[in-house]
């Protein structure tokens, strides 16, 4: 075998070096932020429960004391595992291909996501309980415990040193979407109880003693934690300032097409009603008006949310502002 052969087998051995050592440190890092979510949804699960007990003794009265041994198994298991973990793998976030690991990013878009959405829906519901009179401690204790872990991660994702550099505006974006998306139907959900009500009136039905008032305010209260989340990612987060192609089809598709889809669909059933009531008087008018409420609050509210981002979108890249024309 030639010298020249020779060089350029260990050549090429060299250069399949580091493609091997890519590979392996993508797969382990996969491994280890897996771990790390599952261990930190294990640990978070168990000190909400605890909490829930601790401040609500019906709670603790009903749940047994296999109940209880799973909660501290969950605390006092995942919990320091979760620790050392997070300790072990933040120490290595300073190495510049951990923070340029796409694994990185996805971690703390999953758990972002995740904390996100049991801590707006555990707090509006317990929300919607006041509403109706009741009081459940121990639900609010589960949303702390979740905005905790989202606070957290968070920070994380700011951070001017370890922050990811792929995906970091992915939960950003995907926060100001589910926002919107909440804050939306809880405000179709609000005017559409109380445009309801009010047409039960006009067509000569008693509301008194029917706490017509709940429902409307119940959606209130849901649309308010999806304005506030909204908010959080789309003006303190810089959601709206953010370019990206992942961010423009979010735009696109739930500030353009949905928000047009929603008014469209409910200009439609109010003027099927409409015609219903013209053409066909012989059916009941309760039941002929029943979905109107709602399709005028869907048509007026889809219509706002649908002008606002067609404006935002009139801003952005070329692509953009094609795309949410033709949507």
Do not use: C
Not at 143 to 163: C, D, Q
Not at 217 to 228: D, I, K, N, R
């Amino acid at each position: 075998m030639s010298a020249a052969g020779t060089s350029a087998q260990g050549a090429g051995a060299q250069r399949s070096i580091p493609q091997g050592s890519s590979a392996q440190g993508t797969v382990r890092r996969l491994i280890v932020f897996i771990l790390l979510f599952a261990l930190v949804v294990i640990a978070a699960i168990g000190v909400a429960g605890l909490l829930g007990r601790l401040v609500d003794s019906g709670a603790a009265l009903a749940g047994g004391s296999d109940d209880l041994a799973l909660l501290l198994a969950y605390t006092l298991i995942g919990g320091p595992l979760a620790a050392l973990l997070w300790w072990f793998t933040w120490r290595r976030l300073d190495e510049d291909a951990e923070r340029a690991s796409i694994a990185w990013g996805l971690y703390l878009t999953a758990m972002l996501t995740l904390a996100l959405i049991v801590t707006t829906v555990v707090l509006a519901g317990v929300l919607a309980a006041l509403v109706d009179g009741r009081w459940e401690p121990a639900d609010l204790a589960n949303a702390v415990v979740w905005a905790l872990v989202w606070v957290w991660h968070a920070w994380m994702l700011r951070h001017p040193s370890k922050a990811p550099r792929r995906m970091a505006a992915v939960p950003v974006v995907l926060g100001a979407a589910y926002g919107l998306v909440v804050g939306a139907i809880g405000a179709i959900g609000a005017a559409g109880g109380i445009l309801d009500t009010a047409i039960d009136v006009a067509g000569g039905r008693s509301t008194v003693g029917t706490g017509w008032w709940v429902a409307p305010l119940q959606s209130l209260a849901w649309a308010l934690v999806g304005a506030a989340a909204w908010w959080i990612h789309w003006v303190l987060g810089g959601a709206s300032r953010t370019r990206t192609a992942f961010a423009g089809v979010a735009l696109v598709l739930v500030g353009v097409l949905a928000a047009a889809a929603a008014a469209l669909g409910g200009l439609g059933t109010a003027l099927f009603v409409g015609l219903r009531l013209a053409f066909d008087p012989g059916d009941l008018f309760a039941a002929v008006v029943q979905p109107l409420g709602t399709a005028v609050a869907a048509a007026l509210i889809g219509a706002a949310v649908w002008r606002v981002h067609a404006g935002i979108a009139a801003t952005r890249s070329p692509a953009v502002r094609r795309a949410a024309t033709l949507a």
